[in-house]
């Protein structure tokens, strides 16, 4: 059964009503997001899907902003859901408009967008097409970015928002065998005072969280405001992330690691221009990630032949590969990789390898890590025998 239906024939059911699929409006599907492994015996491994091969290895993903996961049609649909207008007369315009030229373009576009999502139905409807999606590209674990500032600045409950995707999760657990939770990021634009409300505002559902994150605007808002704010963050059991040298320059990255006490960088392509951060950063294992297709489409990078994640590899940064926002960058966690080796040349060996960091950068538990690290061996076995 798909929880969405978003064919741009199919009839707009009134608002509040499910697209399809079921309502989540209890809990009784959830899981804790981290513990725990498939018991069903499938063979889960991104290996089986359509019984071949996949082109790209099994992967976790550790830099995904569910919001950016909002294809033309899903917004379409979710406003006649909602009775939403749309500055937008039609998916392909909508689309069209999906051309940037900095973060700030980007940012504009997606936090537009985000007002058809009002209820917990709309967010795991959302989740739901993105896993769907991610499944078929070969994702077995995912920490999953959400932005609550977003939406309770639209009065939606923050708890609609994560009912509906830990719903989600917990079915791509059933379904798929895909691991993983939630990673609550503050809008780094705002007052940090509103990152702090929006803490305390979830502070007795942390067991649903694996962890907050800093994003949105980066130049301009470095990180040195949020250090109270990570620190409670910390104190409530979260692990700790955030988006650093993405536009901003590598200091961004060092106060992260210094003041923020993050345990991995999002992005952090910016690094390398700092040699005394990046030997800092693989002496100490700190994870980049990293998002190629993002970084082409923000102009971050002028030409993906260009990307800088073939030097990273070879200055021994612990360096993974992620979508992003993939319905607005123009591919999922499994076009990434794809995009790696059909531009920078990267045989299956260095995406075996970056399909390991993944596993070793998450915050999956060591039994878990052990399954997916044997999961990418598998994979790139099946390789060589095909
Ligand atoms: C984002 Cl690519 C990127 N950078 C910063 N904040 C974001 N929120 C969503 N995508
Ligand atoms: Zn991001």
């Keep these: 059964m798909t929880a969405i239906d978003t064919s741009p024939t199919t009839a707009a059911p009134a608002p509040g009503t499910p697209l399809t699929g079921t309502t989540p409006t209890s809990s009784d599907h959830l899981r804790s997001p981290l513990s725990g492994t498939s018991s069903s015996g499938t063979d889960f491994s991104g290996s089986h ?33 909602n009775d939403v207008d749309l500055p937008f007369a039609s998916v392909d315009e909508l689309r069209a408009a999906y051309s940037f ?8 576009l997606y936090y537009a967008c985000t007002a058809v999502l009002q209820t917990a139905q709309d967010f ?13 590209q070969g994702l077995r674990h995912v920490e999953m970015f959400f932005d609550p500032q977003a939406h309770t600045s639209r009065d939606v409950d923050v708890d609609e928002v994560i009912d509906g995707l830990t719903q989600a999760l ?11 939770g939630l ?7 705002l007052p940090v005072g509103d990152a702090a409300a929006t803490l305390e505002s979830v502070a007795h559902r942390a067991s649903d ?3 907050v994150g800093l994003d949105s605007s980066e130049v301009g808002f470095p990180p040195a405001a949020f250090a109270r704010v990570f620190d409670r963050a910390r104190a409530l059991g979260l692990h700790v992330v955030a988006h650093a040298g993405e536009e901003g320059p590598p200091s961004y990255v060092t106060d992260a690691l210094d003041l923020l006490r993050v345990e991995r960088v999002d992005h952090g392509v910016r690094s390398l221009e700092d040699d005394a951060l990046v030997a800092r950063l693989v002496a100490d294992r700190v994870p980049l990630t990293v998002c190629p297709l993002s970084n082409l489409r923000l102009a971050v990078v002028s030409d993906l032949a260009e990307h800088p994640l073939p030097r990273m590899l070879e200055a021994g940064l612990l360096v993974t590969v992620n979508s992003d926002d993939p319905a607005y960058f123009g591919g999922y966690v499994g076009d ?16 075996a390898l970056l399909a390991t960091n993944s596993v070793e950068a998450s915050f999956a538990d ?21």
């Design 170 to 180: 917990g079915e791509a657990r059933e379904r798929f065998g895909i691991t993983g």
């Design 336 to 351: 990434n990789y794809e995009a790696l080796r059909d531009v920078l040349g990267l045989d299956d060996d260095m995406l």
């Design 366 to 386: 060591a039994g878990r890590k052990a399954e997916l690290t044997a999961e990418v061996q598998a994979w790139r076995e099946a390789r060589r025998a095909a």
């Design 101 to 108: 030229g900095s973060l700030q373009e980007f940012l504009d």
């Design 49 to 81: 899907l359509s019984g071949t091969v996949l082109a790209t290895p099994p992967t976790a993903e550790l830099h995904l902003h569910v919001e950016g996961t909002l294809e033309p049609e899903l917004v379409f649909a979710l406003a006649d859901r």
């Design 209 to 211: 969280l694996i962890g």
């Design 183 to 189: 990673i609550l990021c503050f809008l780094r634009h």
């Design 124 to 136: 795991h409807d959302l989740a739901w097409a993105y896993l769907e999606r991610a499944h078929a």
